[in-house]
């Protein structure tokens, strides 16, 4: 391990076990492999910890007009925030299982988004269903209107991550972890784990069923190309999709992992694309960085391993989650 490296998973030790202060700016490790990466990140970009004290965060998202950073923590069914002017706070609890039983696993809200008017959309893995909060960022409480929780009478598995289309569509992946014994829980009522659209007039359509762990999700811009990662060691590939009217077609490999995965801990997980379609993708030893034609650019090392990333308003920031603290790095 390189020196630099050690000094960032020292830090990351130092942040460990809910220490509200933040841990000072660092330099980021970061592998070049093409010059097209100095673009996007600087060679003086820096890496602090912002967040920490989690079970397991997920589901970042920067939400611009509250100048606030949301985040998952799963087995806690919470949602935390960030601001900079002070720091982490509860924001939502429950988060994504409202029900009376008790019951352990992966039960909180994973993935966050916007709808297109601006309210927070949850991927609600305890609740198995696609929710909006009904109540504003100024003043949050765990009030929820379901968008989907089926398809064709048969309940989600837990929904997982989240993207939404211009026009209102909304994109998610359907894994099985929010589910107590996963591919064995009894409630499992899917032979599949599916990737599904929900049309602005709520219907729900079925995109792919052949997707062994459909996970983190994407669109490039224009809305014509989806992005899908699959967290399966078998086959540990992002996946590309064309999107027409009528769904998915002429299904590919963007990219596949598997010679990677010795070279650091991670599978490919949460991702985002920016407004010029370069891909920020969770995979073995942090944040692999594509261009939009599926050349790998480089890669921000984060440990112990990275889950997801979300990037601020002006695509200068990037945040990622990573275990049990958020990182963010200053890309330029």
């Not at 039960?107 to 909060?133: E, V, Y």
């Amino acid at each position: 391990m390189e020196f630099r490296t050690s000094k960032l998973f020292i830090a990351f030790l130092l942040s460990a076990g809910g220490i509200s202060a933040q841990v000072k700016p660092q330099p980021a490790v970061v592998e070049r492999y093409s010059p097209k990466l100095d673009a996007i990140i600087s060679k003086d970009a820096t890496m602090e910890t912002i967040m920490d004290g989690f079970d397991w965060c997920e589901g970042p998202l920067w939400v611009e007009k509250a100048q606030m950073f949301v985040v998952s923590d799963v087995p806690q069914n919470t949602v935390y925030k960030w601001t900079a002017a002070k720091g982490k706070e509860v924001f939502l609890k429950p988060s994504g299982y409202t029900q009376n039983i008790p019951r352990g696993g992966e039960m909180g809200s994973n993935g966050l988004g916007l709808t297109n008017d601006g309210r927070l959309l949850l991927c609600q893995d305890g609740d198995r269903k696609i929710a909006i909060m009904n109540a504003s960022f100024t003043s949050p409480k765990p009030l929820f209107i379901t968008i989907a929780d089926n398809y064709q009478g048969k309940k989600f598995n837990s929904p997982n991550d989240i993207v939404v289309a211009k026009n209102g569509d909304i994109y998610f992946t359907d894994p099985p972890y929010g589910l107590e014994k996963n591919m064995a829980d009894p409630l499992k009522e899917m032979p599949y784990q599916g990737v599904f659209k929900v049309s602005k007039h709520k219907k729900v359509s079925l995109l792919l069923d052949s997707i062994t762990r459909p996970n983190g999700i994407g669109l490039f811009p224009g809305n014509k190309q989806l992005l899908i990662a699959n967290s399966d060691k078998n086959k540990p590939y992002w996946y590309i999709y064309d999107v027409d009217q009528d769904g998915l077609k002429n299904g590919r490999i963007f990219f596949n992992a598997a010679p990677y995965l010795k070279t650091g801990k991670g599978m490919p997980d949460g991702l985002k694309i920016d407004s010029k379609g370069n891909v920020y993708a969770s995979g073995p030893g942090g944040i692999w960085i594509f261009s939009k034609t599926a050349e790998l650019l480089g890669k921000i090392k984060v440990s112990p391993v990275a889950s997801n990333c979300s990037l601020s308003g002006d695509e200068r920031t990037l945040f990622i989650t990573a275990d049990d603290h958020v990182v963010k790095v200053r890309l330029r």
